[in-house]
């Protein structure tokens, strides 16, 4: 029997390959994308949970925190830059 894309009898063994290649390729690229959503879905509950657990017990706003160390890395950031300009 001539397979759909060569039309030789010998060439049934390559479009065989060919197919078993691509169902293969479209399991691994299911199984990465779906343990892909998983892994997003599990560490982002855990770094929820453990956000709140640390504002939780050490009365610390998180985001505040965050937002001053970016100004202050931001300001040490333009002082490096002018002090590359020559004067």
């Known amino acids: 029997m001539m397979g759909r894309i060569f039309k030789t009898p010998k060439d049934d063994s390559v479009e065989e390959t060919l197919r078993a290649m691509h ?19 599990i560490f982002s509950a855990a770094a929820a949970l453990s956000t709140s657990a640390f504002q ?15 100004v202050y890395k ?11 300009v020559p004067v």
């Open 23 to 41: 169902l293969a390729n479209t399991f691994d690229n299911t199984y990465e994308w779906g343990v892909g959503w998983l892994r997003t879905i």
């Open 56 to 70: 939780h017990y050490t009365g610390e706003d998180v985001w505040a925190m965050t937002v001053e160390w970016s």
């Open 74 to 84: 931001l300001g040490e950031l333009g002082e490096w830059l002018i002090g590359l």
